[in-house]
């Protein structure tokens, strides 16, 4: 990055590394996203306004959140949940979070199979029901209906477990 804009956008590489460190399983990961927050930015730099220097932040931090939820997106397409065993992770900071993880994993296991198959597809692949539907061999309307079915069991299930969705 040449130019004064990217000079002052330099100046927040520590910061942004950090923010992107907090929101990642490891150094080089963290490295690799802060990267490319700063690629990104780079090549949006032409099309963007002169920016203060909190506006410049501001915007940085905006590129490395929209970096990372896109970096979750691939995490989570790379698994074939349907396949994929059902621990769920990362493993979650808080008590209160393990539980709630733990709880979803036995709800998840408690459901009939077509229902998993569906909920998993819906949640982790981000599929839409006539893909499911399509996958798994149903139609549509009942692709539907089982995610409905199995989220409302679901949420049974974690009420039974003390949880409250």
């Not at 995490?75 to 539980?99: H, I, K, M």
Request: net charge positive.
């Amino acid at each position: 990055m040449g130019g004064p804009a990217a000079q002052g956008l330099r100046r927040h590489y520590d910061l942004v590394f950090r923010y992107v460190r907090r929101r990642t399983r490891s150094y080089a990961e963290a490295e690799d996203v802060t990267q490319e927050v700063f690629a990104d930015a780079a090549a949006a730099l032409s099309r963007r306004a002169l920016l203060t220097e909190e506006q410049s932040l501001a915007w940085l931090y905006t590129v490395a959140r929209r970096r990372l939820a896109d970096e979750a997106r691939r995490a989570t397409r790379r698994l074939n949940p349907v396949d994929a065993p059902l621990e769920l992770a990362p493993t979650p900071e808080s008590e209160y979070g393990r539980a709630v993880a733990q709880g979803i994993t036995r709800a998840l296991r408690e459901l009939p199979e077509g229902q998993r198959k569906v909920v998993l597809l819906k949640l982790f692949d981000g599929l839409s029901f006539a893909e499911i539907g399509h996958r798994v061999g149903i139609t549509e309307a009942a692709a539907k209906m089982r995610c409905v079915r199995g989220l409302e069991q679901m949420q049974l299930l974690l009420r039974g477990q003390g949880i409250e969705p």
